[in-house]
T-cell receptor, first 114, second 112 residues
Framework: KQEVTQIPAALSVPEGENLVLNCSFT??????LQWFRQDPGKGLTSLLL?????REQTSGRLNASLDKSSGRSTLYIAASQPGDSATYLC?????????????FGTGTRLQVTL | SQTIHQWPATLVQPVGSPLSLECTVE??????LYWYRQAAGRGLQLLFY??????ISSEVPQNLSASRPQDRQFILSSKKLLLSDSGFYLC???????????FGQGTRLTVV
């Protein structure tokens, strides 16, 4: 059974800092990995998608890496801003027949202070 | 472009009452659709998924059921709500070839 762990559970940093969020998973036979952002009381917004054959993916100030063999992914946020404050979720996708299943971590709650 | 709609945004229901949450997707055909629940302090849990009209797979035993009466419509239901059904319910579709999940804005359900 796939299990996903995210560390730390919460993080508070001053504006401008670079930071790293960690995600680990137990079954390395994943199809891909997706990072999401969730604002309080809202749905999930997809940030980055990394295929199992890729090592990293970048979008603006965000960079996600994937080490499938060791079951790890990191989300790097450069020059953090107060608007980055949210919960960040990591999810791994396993294929099953004609559907795919996402297994989520419990998230890292990020607060960026002025 | 594709969009996913969920309603209502919030719902307060008494124990024992029925439930119907609706999700629709626009701009695509034959999508894979998913219902997740996010309980307080816990991660998202997959409840049901559907690969086509009338095809429902259940991931966990529970008080809820799902139906897919039309290609782009996915409904989550209950005949009698329990307190433990409270949570944040999210609908998602799997994108092209079901390789990337896109979520609706969610429904906050409080059972009182």
């Amino acid at each position: 059974k796939q299990e996903v762990t995210q560390i730390p559970a919460a993080l508070s940093v001053p504006e401008g800092e670079n930071l790293v969020l960690n995600c680990s998973f137990t079954d390395s036979a994943i199809y891909n990995l997706q990072w999401f952002r969730q604002d309080p009381g809202k749905g999930l917004t997809s940030l980055l998608l990394i295929q199992s054959s890729q090592r990293e993916q970048t979008s603006g100030r965000l960079n996600a890496s994937l080490d499938k063999s060791s079951g790890r992914s990191t989300l790097y946020i450069a020059a953090s801003q107060p608007g980055d404050s949210a919960t960040y979720l990591c999810a791994v996708r396993n294929r099953t027949g004609t559907a795919s299943k996402l297994t989520f971590g419990t998230g890292t709650r990020l607060q960026v202070t002025l | 472009s594709q969009t996913i709609h969920q309603w209502p945004a919030t719902l307060v229901q008494p124990v024992g009452s029925p439930l119907s949450l609706e999700c629709t997707v626009e701009g695509t055909s034959n999508p894979n659709l998913y219902w997740y629940r996010q309980a307080a302090g816990r991660g998202l849990q997959l409840l049901f998924y559907s690969v086509g009209i009338g095809q429902i797979s259940s991931e966990v035993p529970q008080n809820l059921s799902a139906s897919r009466p039309q290609d782009r419509q996915f409904i989550l239901s209950s005949k009698k709500l329990l307190l433990s059904d409270s949570g944040f319910y999210l609908c998602a579709w799997g994108g092209w070839l079901d390789t990337e999940a896109f979520f609706g804005q969610g429904t906050r359900l409080t059972v009182v």
